[in-house]
């Protein structure tokens, strides 16, 4: 045990800082050696009883500063020998003797400070002091020790933004080949102050748990034998250590899971999705075999087919938005979630934040009370996307929203914009508690430009109504991928780096502060995504260079141009038949086999980008980036060729010129 008085006397030693320092002191920029020829020349300290998130991102800054420098840097509590420079992460008694803690931090926000002979790595964390059991490859057992996506954990954000800003680590993508991180010998570091929070405050794809991050991040369908070929190709040392019926898939979970903590992914819980029907099951009829969940029939809270119908045909598609009773038990369920925790069984309910939303049609009730909520547009517009049911739809959560903030000020309620309710309401003012999520359906599909250019009007328009109310985003990553696993054929990949580019100036300039993905795309878009949800004053084309140069090496050049040549492909309204046919770009397309590969995939390009991609093969040198540009050639070149294959093979293919 040490004594307070050496106790004292080794921050100061420690820091060579004066303990009246605050976080007000001016930046000092400081070059601090870590490693040198192989041997640590820093010490990683943690407080006596840190955090799960300040444990956690010891394990990984020890863990990627091996792999840097080739030397282990020993972990110490505070009070135990410590040697060289010290690596404060997370709170403890050197950062204490500075006024820094974790409850000085909002949250999400974090700080990298370089002092002379220390450096500082910490942030807003849970109060969660459970003991971390770290393995990359985890059991099930170390894996629930972990910290949770969305746990604050803002100490773990700074050793992430440390590794890539001051070590140029990068986590490329989710294979055991993704990741660079470049040897530095000896390892020294220099900075002085960052003190900041991810841009987007909720950051998530509904996709994207960790057993299924590859299932929708690759363009095959997880259960093809091409796609089961991929991931061997992906995994094959985990391949080799599991037994693939039990301890494969665990293990790859929990490095799935680093791929997403290593991105921040997660942040402020906000869910917000077609909320109710679970109350077919609860107030309409029992649901065979859910009986136990049947609360009593109201059949008046479900939508009529016209004034004086008692109801559509069969389960009603919508419900009554004006009925009182309707309001009051939805209220109910809110005040109850905030209170006690409780979810029913269909709803979207998270932390401060209870969901509201219809059901995903636009059939909604005729009854007299309803209908005089409509506000004229017809409903022959061109555009989906409109107002049609705004009012209607947006009075209805207001009513909601002024009974539950009477008793539950400070709780929010989350709503989307979206389908015929996308634009704002015309003849309600939203109540202060309502979040929406704006539905930006057509962001992936940029070669509908009359569509696309009506949703970003409307995204504005949220904004102009409404200048200073939070507002977040859902997203469509999962055009065309999942229009062609419907139909049942191999989609034209949809690239669209420069347009999340472009799209992320705009989110950024109009205070969209949150998002929730379908999916985030393929693996550069997922790169180019969490980076810039992150920061998105980051340039695209400068994370295209460092993802292609890092990961294929002089392979980089052939596989750029495959993807942008695909990338253009795909967002060209030239390329389209209605387009091409008319010289306009009309209509809201979805891909089709005929749309992929008879104007999208034609023979001259895809007779182009074989030649890039063989050119990629040729260049590769090192067995690594070898390995990197058969993934690319297994994941992307070969579900392009097979797709062209099946269009030309199927039924009446001859006749098709």
């Given at each position: 045990?040490?004594s307070?008085?050496?106790h ?23 070059a ?95 109060a969660?002091?459970g ?8 059991t ?32 490329l ?46 363009l ?6 091409e796609?089961l ?13 599991f037994?693939v ?26 869910p917000g999705?077609h ?9 309409w009829?029992?649901e ?8 009593g029939r109201?059949a ?8 004086g ?37 269909g709803?979207?309910s ?20 309803c ?6 547009r ?10 049609r049911h705004?009012?209607?739809?947006f009075?209805?959560?207001?009513e909601v ?21 996308g ?14 999520q704006?539905?930006f ?10 569509t696309y ?10 904004r102009?109504?409404y ?27 949809g ?13 950024h ?36 260079d ?24 795909y ?21 089709t086999?005929?749309m ?6 034609t ?14 093969q040729?260049?590769?040198q ?11 050639r297994?994941?992307?070149w ?11 093979e ?8």
């Amino acid at each position: 045990m040490v004594s307070r008085r050496l106790h004292a006397a080794l921050l100061v030693a420690l820091l060579a800082f004066p303990a009246s320092s605050t976080l007000a002191a001016p930046p000092t920029r400081c070059a601090l050696t870590l490693a040198r020829a192989g041997q640590p020349a820093s010490t990683i300290v943690l407080d006596r009883t840190p955090t799960k998130a300040a444990q956690f991102a010891a394990y990984e800054l020890q863990w990627h500063l091996q792999q840097i420098s080739g030397a282990t840097v020993p972990i110490a509590h505070d009070g135990e020998p410590m040697k060289g420079v010290k690596l404060l992460v997370g709170e403890s008694a050197a950062t204490r003797a500075l006024k820094l803690k974790s409850p000085c931090f909002k949250p999400q926000e974090y700080l990298i400070r370089f002092l002379p002979t220390a450096l500082i790595l910490m942030g807003h964390d849970k109060a969660d002091t459970g003991a971390v059991q770290y393995n990359q490859t985890p059991t099930q057992a170390e894996y629930d020790t972990w910290p949770g996506i969305w746990d604050e954990q803002g100490t773990m954000y700074a050793v992430y933004d440390f590794l890539e800003r001051y070590c140029n680590v990068r986590w490329l993508n989710c294979s055991e080949f993704g990741t660079d991180i470049p040897r530095q010998d000896p390892l020294t570091v220099t900075g002085s102050e960052v003190r900041r929070a991810p841009f987007m405050k909720y950051r998530f794809a509904y996709q994207n748990t960790p057993d299924g991050y590859d299932y929708y991040t690759n363009l095959w369908w997880y259960e093809k034998k091409e796609w089961l070929a991929l991931e061997a190709a992906a995994h094959p040392e985990k391949h080799k250590r599991f037994d693939v019926a039990g301890g494969y898939f665990i293990a790859k979970r929990g490095w799935n899971q680093l791929f997403r903590l290593r991105h921040r992914e997660g942040g402020e819980k906000c869910p917000g999705s077609h909320s109710l029907y679970g109350y077919y099951r609860r107030f309409w009829e029992p649901e065979k075999g859910k009986e136990e969940l049947f609360e009593g029939r109201h059949a008046d809270w479900f939508a009529v087919s016209s004034a004086g119908t008692p109801g559509y045909p069969g389960q009603p598609p919508q419900m009554c938005y004006t009925n009182r009773g309707l309001i009051e038990q939805v209220a109910k369920d809110a005040c109850e979630f905030f209170e006690t925790g409780k979810v029913y069984a269909g709803g979207e309910s998270a932390g401060d934040y209870f969901c509201i939303e219809p059901m995903d049609n636009d059939q909604f009730c005729k009854c007299a009370n309803c209908q005089r909520w409509l506000d004229g547009r017809d409903a022959t517009t061109p555009f989906w996307t409109n107002g049609r049911h705004s009012d209607y739809v947006f009075q209805f959560v207001n009513e909601v929203a002024k009974i539950v903030g009477k008793k539950h000020p400070g709780k929010r309620i989350v709503t989307l914009a979206y389908f015929t309710h996308g634009a704002p309401p015309q003849k309600v003012r939203l109540e202060p508690n309502v979040l929406v999520q704006y539905c930006f359906a057509c962001q992936r599909l940029t070669y509908d430009r009359p569509t696309y250019e009506h949703e970003v009007a409307l995204l504005k328009q949220w904004r102009a109504e409404y200048p200073v109310r939070t507002l977040y985003l859902w997203l469509y990553y999962c055009f065309p991928l999942m229009m062609a696993n419907i139909g049942k054929f191999q989609a034209f990949p949809g690239f669209f780096a420069h347009s999340i580019g472009e799209q992320f100036d705009l989110f950024h300039r109009y205070g969209y502060t949150g998002v929730y993905h379908c999916g985030y795309g393929q693996e550069v878009e997922a790169y180019v995504t969490y980076r810039l949800m992150d920061d998105p004053k980051l340039r695209v084309d400068a994370l295209l260079d460092e993802y292609f140069t890092r990961l294929y090496g002089p392979a980089a050049g052939p596989l750029r141009e495959f993807y942008e040549t695909v990338e253009r492909t795909y967002g060209s309204p030239a390329n389209y038949a209605e387009n091409i046919a008319t010289g306009k770009a009309e209509g809201h397309h979805h891909q089709t086999a005929e749309m992929a590969w008879k104007y999208l995939g034609t023979e001259e390009r895809m007779a182009q980008l074989g030649k890039l991609m063989a050119q990629a093969q040729a260049r590769a040198q090192t067995p690594e980036q070898k390995q990197r540009v058969e993934l690319f050639r297994l994941g992307v070149w070969e579900y392009m060729v097979a797709g062209r294959k099946q269009y030309l093979e199927r039924p009446g293919a001859a006749q098709t010129p």
